[in-house]
T-cell receptor
Framework: GNSVTQMEGPVTLSEEAFLTINCTYT??????LFWYVQYPGEGLQLLLKATKADDKGSNKGFEATYRKETTSFHLEKGSVQVSDSAVYFCALRLNRDDKIIFGKGTRLHILP | DVKVTQSSRYLVKRTGEKVFLECVQDMDHENMFWYRQDPGLGLRLIYF???????EKGDIPEGYSVSREKKERFSLILESASTNQTSMYLCASSPTVGNTQYFGPGTRLTVL
């Protein structure tokens, strides 16, 4: 079936460290891929997305590249800030419908 | 800005009570969704709706029903609340199929 697997957290980093959160997927067809972020006490916000192979999504210093050959969509940021502390969800949507399949989420703590 | 609002941020109910969770979006979106979010399980789709008076089961519809009498409002109903329905409930909307989903802030429901 279709699924998303992302690294378990929590992930704890110091401010200005390099961040990678791994995400791999299993899907029939050619899904669109997303990263959502949930800040404390809030709902989910779309962080970035990519709709086809080799696309790179980017926003707020975060990047992720759609890698069809490795079925991956790893989230990266070169220098994290305390304000990046949140839960990050990798997700996919099959292009034939509107249902989104989410990973389990990765909690990120950034220490000052 | 797209705004999705949910009627309560926190709710405490007793086992067997009928519970209504309300969601309203102000952007004339066609599609609306209800998810529940549990630690270690990520987000799971309960029900969604493509139009007024239309509803589709998601991945975990058991124990829930929904109502969409007006385009902007999508209600989740727990006919007889049980303790295993204690969770965070998130509502989302999207303009049309294949578009970005926008999330509300969530309702944390506790069933005693």
């Amino acid at each position: 079936g279709n699924s998303v697997t992302q690294m378990e957290g929590p992930v704890t980093l110091s401010e200005e460290a390099f961040l990678t959160i791994n995400c791999t997927y299993t899907a029939t067809g050619y899904p669109s891929l997303f990263w959502y972020v949930q800040y404390p006490g809030e709902g989910l916000q779309l962080l970035l997305k990519a709709t086809k192979a080799d696309d790179k999504g980017s926003n707020k210093g975060f990047e992720a590249t759609y890698r069809k050959e490795t079925t991956s969509f790893h989230l990266e940021k070169g220098s994290v800030q305390v304000s990046d502390s949140a839960v990050y969800f990798c997700a996919l949507r099959l292009n034939r419908d509107d249902k989104i399949i989410f990973g389990k989420g990765t909690r990120l703590h950034i220490l000052p | 800005d797209v705004k999705v609002t949910q009627s309560s941020r926190y709710l405490v109910k007793r086992t067997g009570e009928k519970v209504f969770l309300e969601c309203v979006q102000d952007m004339d979106h066609e599609n609306m969704f209800w998810y529940r979010q549990d630690p270690g399980l990520g987000l799971r789709l309960i029900y969604f709706s493509y139009d007024v008076k239309m509803k589709e089961k998601g991945d975990i519809p058991e124990g829930y029903s929904v109502s969409r009498e007006k385009k902007e409002r999508f209600s989740l109903i727990l006919e007889s609340a049980s303790t295993n329905q204690t969770s965070m409930y998130l509502c989302a909307s999207s303009p049309t199929v294949g578009n970005t989903q926008y999330f509300g802030p969530g309702t944390r429901l506790t069933v005693l």
